[in-house]
């Protein structure tokens, strides 16, 4: 059973704009949502985070946005660079619980 | 320099020949897990330890032993592995979920 639903599989996303991945969840007792960053031959890490009491997270250029009563939550990543393409994997948990489940994966390739 | 190791980075074998893949972690936290990664399946977790001597099922355990004997280790073993087991493996540990998971760089297996 799949609790959290990632797309696009892949996006292709020009220099400069903003790319937007999509993530849905099934399990409503989640309220820990980390998004993670994987290069190639590298190990997922961590990028950003966000629990269901704020509806918006913002970092430098990366932002959740999140929506309780859709269940659903998104990754922005505005003024896209070439060093951010990369693997991107939602993930939800919930507290007290150290067992994360992650999306499937979006790759992301920013074109020059 | 805080990290997770894994050894080895590539292994190839044969059919129903044991094998261990090590993990260790150098920032004395509490929790670890392995995860394999699938192209199209995301992260899949296979074990998860919240302590020394404290193990639990993942979402895909079947064919996959672990031992936590001691806090910084936790190898992967399997036992008689199938070609099924080709994956990409990341071993992971964290002091708390939300401080996030550090991964190791991964064990590329193939079982041929």
């Known amino acids: 059973q799949q609790q959290v639903k990632q797309s696009p599989q892949s996006l292709i996303v020009q220099k400069g704009g903003i790319s937007i991945i999509n993530c849905a969840y099934e399990?409503?007792?989640?309220?820990?949502f980390p998004w993670y960053q994987q290069f190639p031959g590298k190990g997922p890490a961590l990028l950003i985070a966000?629990?269901?009491?704020?509806s918006e997270k913002k970092e430098g250029r990366f932002t959740i946005s999140f929506n309780k009563s859709a269940k659903q939550f998104s990754l922005h990543i505005m003024d896209s660079q070439p060093g951010d393409s990369a693997t991107y994997f939602c993930?939800?948990?919930?507290?007290?619980?150290?067992?994360?489940?992650f999306g499937t994966g979006t790759r992301l390739t920013i074109i020059p | 320099e805080a990290q997770v190791t894994q050894n080895p980075r590539y292994l190839i074998t044969v059919t129903g020949k044991k094998l261990t893949v090590t993990c260790s972690q150098n920032?004395?936290?509490?929790?670890m897990s392995w995860y394999r990664q699938d192209p199209g399946l995301g992260l899949r977790q296979i074990y998860y330890?919240?302590?020394?001597?404290?193990?639990d099922k993942g979402d895909v355990p079947e064919g996959y032993k672990v031992s936590r004997k001691e806090k910084r280790n936790f190898p992967l073993i399997l036992e008689s592995p199938s070609p099924n087991q080709t994956s990409l493996y990341f071993c992971?540990?964290?002091?708390?979920?939300?401080?996030?998971?550090?991964f190791g760089s991964g064990t590329r297996l193939t079982v041929v």
């Open positions: 992971a540990s964290s002091r708390q979920l939300s401080y996030g998971y550090t």
């Open positions: 993930a939800a948990t919930y507290f007290g619980n150290e067992k994360l489940t």
């Open positions: 330890s919240m302590n020394v001597e404290v193990t």
């Open positions: 966000i629990r269901p009491d704020v």
């Open positions: 399990n409503t007792a989640f309220d820990y």
């Open positions: 920032m004395n936290h509490e929790y």
